[in-house]
């Protein structure tokens, strides 16, 4: 094989990596790159694992005095996001990534790198075949279909993993350890309604130019729900006059918060002037309240002459279900920076012939608030007559007031560096939030090395950083060896 990146150490790790770039490892077509890894593990005597999904977990033991110490878990996904430019005839079953190298930063050729993650494949395949490297005994874990719904996670067999130490390396800032994680779900909900013949007139709401954003990644910032606040609209509305709703929707996608709402709801033929003056005055006072984080709000009022209505009964349901479900920020930790714990975005509202359907999609990192996130979700469908359910549950990964592999990560950073290294909390899916619950008492940090627009065919990857990524975890492992700290 012909390698490209020169100039960089420590070569063997730069050189594997460039050997899995040759192996196409889309997610679901791990097999190959997976087999490739248990060649890896026989050629060099090392214990090694692979399960029916194709996950594996290769053991080495400790360096020389250290062979009895508690095991240390590296942990990383094989799968990549397949993405390619528009025009490139690349093949990810088949075809090798085409690399290239650009002021110091890796990248391919009109595709996505896979720096996520095949970097830390990478790095565990240099350490377990590092003889100079001083480590208590090392558990590498290398999952699959992370990138589609942390399948291999879910997937993994606990009686193989000895260790209640790990550091995982799917992160992509230097100098950054990721300290916890939210679980989520969603959470399904169906208000059935009976259609009415309509001798009323009505009105339309068109509410646009809210930021939207990610529920999970965006949701500190707080910004306008669209659904909720057509929600507030028409409730403000039926508080002084008769309504039906016609239609609801607002929305596309359970995980983003919704730019965009619309509704029709019709008004006793008398009121209708009446109506419009009500949601326009609404409509004022939380434009006045969004002036600083939702310049773009907009509400649009059109007249209609709607055919049929919904019963009064589901009318009253859904606007109450609007007015009091949660969402946005549940709660927050204080005691570590002010970072969301908890949090609910209702992404979605449909209406079809059979009711209105309502996708809500809570997240957090505590368990036990979560489960009190779901009380509540069904407290809310029991009184207001809708059908509720609850799918596509993971866990998440709890804050630790203290962690001896956090501590770790900070002193060796500042050793190496001299800098000061930052610890976050991020509020969606990792893998650690499923081996957090999979290993009881798990003490674990996620890093990484410096990666740019991933799962992009701009992604790059920064060589220098990878090298000292690697200093950092061997530094980490050095330190995990001394017992009396
Ligand atoms: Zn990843």
């Not at 694992?49 to 240390?72: A, F, H, M, T």
């Not at 919904?310 to 005691?335: C, F, H, K």
Request: aromatic content about 6%.
């Amino acid at each position: 094989m012909k390698y490209i990146i020169e100039g960089y150490e420590p070569q063997a790790f730069f050189r594997h990596f460039e050997e899995l770039c040759a192996i196409p490892h889309g997610s679901s077509d791990e097999k190959a790159i997976s087999d490739f890894l248990m060649r890896f593990a026989e050629e060099r005597g090392l214990e090694a694992y692979q399960d029916e999904v194709w996950n594996v977990v290769i053991k080495r033991p400790g360096s020389k005095g250290c062979e009895s110490l508690e095991p240390v878990i590296l942990q990383g996904h094989l799968d990549m996001v397949c993405e390619k430019n528009e025009g490139t005839s690349h093949d990810f079953t088949q075809d090798g990534l085409k690399l290239a190298v650009e002021d110091g930063w890796l990248y391919a050729e009109g595709t996505t790198l896979g720096g996520d993650d095949g970097a830390a494949v990478a790095m565990m395949m240099a350490l377990l075949e590092d003889e100079s490297l001083i480590c208590p005994p090392l558990e590498c874990v290398f999952t699959v279909q992370e990138e589609t719904g942390l399948t291999g996670a879910r997937q993994i067999n606990p009686d193989w993993i000895r260790g209640r130490r790990m550091i995982n390396l799917d992160s992509e800032a230097e100098g950054v350890g990721t300290v916890s994680c939210a679980g989520g779900m969603l959470v399904r909900m169906k208000r059935p309604c009976r259609w009415e013949e309509s001798g009323w007139t009505g009105v339309q709401l068109k509410l646009t130019g809210l930021a939207g954003g990610h529920s999970g990644a965006d949701i500190h910032l707080e910004r306008g729900n669209a659904n909720k606040l057509i929600g507030r609209l028409l409730g403000a509305l039926a508080d002084e006059i008769p309504v039906r709703l016609v239609s609801l929707q607002g929305g596309n996608k359970d995980n983003a918060i919704p730019r965009e709402a619309s509704a029709e709801a019709a008004v006793p033929a008398a009121h209708s002037e009446e109506a419009q003056n009500l949601l326009r005055r609404e409509a004022d006072a939380i434009a006045r309240e969004l002036a600083q984080s939702e310049p773009g709000f907009h509400l649009e009022l059109l007249s209609c002459s709607p055919a049929r209505m919904m019963d009064e009964e589901a009318t009253r349901d859904i606007l109450n279900l609007l007015a009091v479900a949660p969402n946005g920020v549940l709660s927050r930790n204080l005691q570590a920076g002010g970072f969301v714990i908890s949090s609910t975005n209702l992404g979605v509202i449909s209406t079809g012939e059979d009711g209105i359907h309502f996708t809500f999609s809570p997240r957090s990192s505590v368990s036990s608030e979560q489960e009190q996130t779901k009380r509540i979700f069904r407290r809310l469908a029991d009184m207001t007559h809708c059908e509720i359910l609850i799918e596509g549950e993971y866990p998440g990964w709890s804050y630790a007031p203290t962690s001896r592999i956090r501590e770790v990560f900070c002193e060796s950073y500042r050793e190496l560096t001299g800098k000061e290294p930052v610890c976050e909390a991020i509020h969606a899916g990792l893998e650690c939030g499923l081996f957090s619950e999979k290993l009881p008492g798990l003490d674990a940090i996620a890093i990484g090395p410096n990666l740019r627009d991933i799962h992009t065919p701009q992604e790059r990857m920064e060589l220098a950083s990878c090298t000292r990524t690697l200093a950092l975890v061997r530094r980490m492992l050095e330190k995990l060896t001394d017992t009396n700290s």
